[in-house]
């Protein structure tokens, strides 16, 4: 069937329903809780498995679904399983109404089966051979995309999204881009990763870990977590509550790890995404920072969020809730504004921290901010990464 791509370039996107596990839980009720509710530490020790540091990260407590493809059997996958269990039987009627070949996936990873690729070379030194169980395939990035799609036996298109801490959001654009193509009717998208030692190790080489809990935008604040997690969404062009209006991409270049002091690059793609919602930067009800805790990260990000929005917009960091999720960060605060614009009490989500706010960053009062002054009608969501790699997304509401 031929479709023509006119009809459908400026189709508005929608997030129909939406999935997550983290540090706060599994599934949206308990995270919604302990987001919004809780004021306490989610974040526990590393423990020796991924650190011979006193290191704080955001672990999963809850029991994993079962993986059933054995090849597919990683921690990642296990968690994208528990993460997508809720959403089986509306993807079984999203397959009813478009077909299996109209059914896209896209995941952004930056572990993939790591962790179980660690196990494995573990044994090889202890016993000299692999373990029975352990297939190559578990590692590659495309990993958690195929499984999805094998798992739903869905023939659309299927691609892992890899650009590291932007790869979430990312999976949430291409969807997008599959939808205004005319190329999917539907698409699961969003991000997982998992903890594991090639991260915790290599995060800590570059001096970037705290042994406390990240302390975003603070005087003191001296580092990241790292976390762990999924968030997913089934995106189509069928009208729902909440809308993905604008979407803002760009690339610095900059320098393969340190991003661009000025933060020109995440202004322009805070100002792409509000091109495209076609809408000005004072209707921005909250604005979830990427917010790592880092120096560098922050104070290139507050100079950045100062340039468009001023020093009034109501803005948080929920890395402190979750530690730094990687991959999966996009996607999981995305959801965290999914449930915001969901909210009837017009909670925002928290900034935990010190409340000393460095002096050398540019003033943003509204940090923190519990509520905002309405119903929030439009939320922004901060993504960059390695190699100056940038996003913002605009979700909607009614």
Same mark, same amino acid.
């Given at each position: ?22 540090? !706060? ?29 006193? !290191? ?149 080489? !570059? ?7 990240? /302390? ?71 604005? /979830? ?49 999914? !449930? ?5 009490? /017009? ?18 009062? /509204? ?32």
């Amino acid at each position: 069937m031929i479709l023509d791509q006119n009809t459908f370039k400026e189709a508005p996107i929608f997030l129909n329903c939406a999935s997550i596990i983290c540090s !706060l839980g599994s599934g949206l009720s308990s995270v919604e809780e302990n987001l919004f509710n809780k004021n306490i530490n989610f974040l526990r020790p590393a423990g020796e498995q991924f650190s011979n540091r006193e !290191l704080f990260v955001g672990k999963i407590k809850e029991t994993l679904s079962k993986v059933t493809l054995l090849e597919e059997d990683t921690r990642n996958n296990r968690v994208l399983t528990t993460a997508l269990d809720p959403l089986v039987s509306e993807i079984s009627l999203l397959k009813e109404k478009y077909g299996s070949e109209r059914i896209g996936v896209v995941i952004g990873t930056s572990t993939s089966g790591i962790s179980d690729g660690e196990k494995a070379m573990s044994f090889h030194f202890d016993q000299g051979k692999f373990p029975e169980n352990f297939d190559y395939r578990k590692q590659e990035i495309f990993s958690p995309s195929r499984y999805v799609s094998n798992w739903f036996d869905l023939k659309g298109p299927v691609f892992s999204v890899s650009s590291a801490c932007t790869s979430g959001a990312k999976a949430l654009a291409s969807a997008s881009r599959l939808l205004r193509l005319g190329v999917c009717d539907a698409v699961i998208a969003g991000g997982v990763d998992t903890l594991c030692n090639m991260t915790i190790d290599g995060f800590s080489s !570059l001096s970037v870990t705290t042994e406390g809990i990240c /302390n975003p935008f603070s005087l003191n604040r001296k580092g990241i977590n790292i976390g762990e997690g999924a968030g997913l969404f089934l995106l189509t062009r069928e009208p729902s509550r909440i809308r993905l209006c604008g979407i803002g991409e760009t690339s610095d270049a900059y320098h393969i790890s340190s991003p661009d002091p000025n933060g020109d690059g995440a202004e322009k793609a805070m100002l792409l995404a509000l091109e495209q919602a076609n809408i000005d930067p004072a209707k921005i009800d909250y604005l /979830n920072f990427h917010g790592t805790g880092t120096k560098q990260n922050d104070r290139m990000e507050a100079l950045a969020v100062h340039r468009v929005f001023g020093e009034e917009v109501a803005c948080s960091s929920t890395k402190p809730f979750t530690g730094h999720t990687l991959a999966a960060a996009g996607a999981i605060e995305a959801v965290f504004c999914w !449930l915001a614009l969901s909210r009837n009490d /017009n909670k925002l989500p928290p900034h935990r921290w010190d409340g000393q706010q460095d002096p050398d960053l540019p003033r943003l009062i /509204n940090i923190g901010a519990s509520k905002s002054q309405g119903k929030p009608k439009f939320v922004m969501s901060n993504s960059f990464a390695f190699g100056g790699n940038n996003i913002s997304l605009i979700l909607g509401g009614e």
